[in-house]
């Protein structure tokens, strides 16, 4: 690499600010007031990003009688729902592909659930005023390299065969360019309706205005410490008081569950992103991005970007980072030589924008499972409820997370309960140090197909056949 080179994308970042761009909103609300003392509720729900706060709302919006209480241990929104992409995808599978291998017998309709879900989502940013940017743009998966470009028309052929292409189109070279001007672009797989772009902190806070305008008691600043039966109910311990509730449901997702025999299924992987200073009038021409798509490349490690509403190019992805053990620690959410790493590709795929510099780079934990996608669950009798897992695409399928658990709840089955993926858990990871080898050779292999056309070495094949090999 060039010394030159490198110092042109070092330059870019040296006035970007460690924060999520998200989060600095001057429209950020104040926060609620902590616990002190013991409420009686018969919902209670822990967790304030998208998981819980979907839970409390459509809780209430089921049975607006219902006594409901929300515990957060910071800020709502304050992890990963507000400090990702804003891509607010219909899938529930994390992806069609991940779907398609896991479930093909259900997979109709997990599609059909999916779109359902992210119509209802559009729906309740409207009757609620949500204002969240909300852009129902679609989303393109872009080829970069020749043997991507045949994947990608391969795939998308298998899709017409299964009927699944509706509102799929496939985009040569110059059909691509057309929408978005990168010479990186050789191919494209165009998904018009399934994917809305959107502020990720816009529509946390939202839902908690809506959730407090419903008659939720929201109280931030709160950590849950225990979970323990309570009689016929649950309690839940806090620093300054506690929560009796009939019912619990737990949307903590990447933090460790009050559930101990979940914390297996899910480990930390850290996800990275820069955002440029917004874009002049000439620099949106050079780009031709007229059109407002989410986009994504089709490599394993892959990089997602987007324009926000004031023309900003968020640009994140490519590194995902596992600690030893697990952790989740603040410290690791800033990583300077990933923000380099990302710098240099942003430059690579768009040349023409050699000038523009980046005001935030930020990073932090999602909760990833074995198979890629939320599972779901019951403990206590039925008492309480859990999902996670999104492993970064939970900014739509956690409203479908949030109707899951408070089926189970009811005790209820329902067309979401009898899904064999709502059955059914992931396997779980091992313990160390066999979880991070494991990721570890996982990482290493998938940079490697990347690096040769794509082709899947042993232990990659061997992780397809046991059904963990990552797909989506």
Known sequence: MAPSAMNRW???LSDARPVPYWLEDPGRPRPEA???????CDLLVVGGGYSGLWTALVAKEREPQRDVVLLEGREVGWAASGR?????AASLTHGLSNGLTRWPDEIHRLQELGMRNLDEIEAATVRHGIDCDFERTGEIDVATEEYQARELREWFEELDRRGLSDGIEFLDADAVREQVASPTFLAGLHDRRGV???HPAKLVWGLKAACLRLGVRVYEHTPALDLKPYGAAMAVR???GQVRARQVALGTNIFP????????????????ALMTEPLTAGQLDSIGWKNRQGLGDSANQFHYFRLSADNRILWGGYDAVYPYGGRVRAEYDDRPQTYAKLAEHFFGCFPQLEDVRFTHAWGGAID????FSAFFGTAHGGRVAYAAGYTGLGVGATRFGAEVMLDLLSGERTERTSLEMVRRKPLPFPPEPFAWTGIALTKWSLARADAHGGRRNLWLRTMDRLGLGFDS
């Open 10 to 12: 070092t330059t870019s």
């Open 368 to 371: 990833t499972c074995s198979r």
């Open 84 to 88: 990702n992409g804003g891509f607010c």
């Open 34 to 40: 902590a616990l002190t003392g013991s409420e009686t």
């Open 238 to 240: 806090t620093p300054y």
């Open 257 to 272: 569950s009050l559930v101990r025999r979940v914390r297996a299924y899910t480990v930390p992987v850290y996800d990275y």
């Open 196 to 198: 809305a772009m959107l």
